[in-house]
């Protein structure tokens, strides 16, 4: 029987990841680790029993410990509680699936106690590629992707280890404004960007994929799981979001995966590959579905997808501080202190302002997110 951490267990992929734990009845969770929502944690607790818990803040540690005091469970909390989670000594894979730069430590100390990685955490490689990607090389440590785009590209090459790869082609579904123009997004509010047409997500990632950034991001990341160039990854809006991404061969070959919009496929992908299992639920039916189609992408209203080239382009410490303006800018958006277009605005100004590192350091990377949060805070909140 398989033995799985958690990380992020309350949010959208964690508890996707437990629906498939539920079905399958073979994968035992060691370890658990959530934000705030420790309702939602108890309960998983006590249904699948895991041998250790992390929450974030130790107030609501002490207070899930006076709840589950009936249960042989220990419960840790803050950054060494993560870490406690992340090596845990009887797991065998960890799920990273919290949100931000919280995960780059954790993941790191998974791939140095020889875990795989389930990698739904798309920050750790953004932010912190060439320093994780070498070390999972070194410790000999499989790091399989549960995003549904790089799993698709994974899915794609498989077999095809020694042919030569000339284009990544990362689909994007266009999001809730796909067609629209920036007039038209001046007065959006929170309500109107988290109606995605095709994906469950949480609120941070649904933001995301309706500014394009989210795409941003899953391009940063490929370069690192795939070892490409920038100028190698395509982004091609699918509004069906059935073809999930493709792989672009030496000699013209395309392969691509597709399935329906379901997030469980990808997670169940990486937790039991290079196996496949029966997943239940609705099967794409090429009658049904009638067309495919694509687009372009807008970049010029949707300027968050060039400032991620860009961003990749200069590499160091850039990369980190397009995410990171980003993650603030979407949490004022959705406190409602800044309006829809300064989300991108912010991001742009942080990448002119906030001083370059060529080869910066976990300490740097985690640094740079805190100038990144300063500046922001100094001029917007």
């Not at 490929?222 to 190698?232: C, G, M, S, Y």
């Not at 860009?310 to 406190?335: C, D, H, Q």
Request: charged share 25%; net charge negative.
């Amino acid at each position: 029987m398989k033995k799985i951490a958690v990380l992020g267990s309350t949010g959208s992929i964690g508890t996707q990841t437990l629906e498939i734990v539920r079905e399958q009845g073979d994968i035992q969770i060691a370890a658990l680790a959530a934000g705030g929502n420790i309702a939602l944690l108890e309960a998983q607790m006590r249904e699948f029993s895991p041998s250790l818990v992390c929450v974030w803040e130790e107030e609501k540690a002490c207070e899930l410990r006076q709840n589950t005091a009936d249960l042989q469970i220990r419960i840790v909390a803050g950054m060494e509680g993560l870490l406690e989670v992340a090596v845990h000594e009887e797991s065998e894979i960890l799920v990273t699936a919290i949100v931000g730069m919280l995960g780059i430590r954790p993941t790191i100390a998974a791939i140095k106690a020889g875990k795989t990685i389930a990698l739904a955490n798309k920050e750790t490689l953004v932010t912190a590629g060439h320093i994780i990607m070498p070390l999972a090389r070194e410790r000999g440590v499989s790091i399989l992707p549960v995003d549904s785009e790089h799993s698709a590209i994974f899915q794609s090459l498989q077999g095809e280890e020694r042919n030569t790869i000339r284009k990544l082609i990362l689909t994007a579904s266009g999001g809730p404004f796909r067609g629209k123009k920036r007039d038209d997004l001046k007065d959006i509010q929170v309500e109107d960007a988290l109606k995605h047409p095709n994906w469950s997500m949480g609120r941070k990632i649904t933001i995301d994929s309706s500014t394009f950034v989210n795409k941003g991001l899953e391009v940063m990341e490929a370069r690192w799981l795939f070892d490409v160039k920038a100028e190698q990854i395509q982004v091609t809006v699918h509004p069906q979001s059935v073809i999930h991404s493709a792989v672009e061969y030496e000699d013209g070959a395309v392969i691509a995966q597709l399935g329906t919009p379901d997030m469980r496929l990808p997670i169940q992908y990486a937790l039991y590959y290079p196996k496949r299992r029966n997943l239940s639920g609705k099967r794409l039916d090429l009658f049904e579905l009638g067309s495919l189609t694509f687009e372009r992408p807008d970049i010029e209203t949707f300027q968050g997808l060039a400032l991620a080239y860009e961003a990749l382009r200069r590499g160091g410490n850039i990369p980190t501080v397009y995410n990171a303006a980003n993650e603030k800018a979407v949490s004022l958006f959705l406190e409602r202190k800044i309006r829809y277009l300064e989300i991108v605005e912010i991001i742009e100004a942080c990448m002119e302002q906030i001083n370059a590192i060529e080869h910066p350091s976990v300490e740097q990377i985690l640094e740079t997110e805190q100038a990144v949060y300063e500046y922001i805070m100094g001029k917007w909140a």
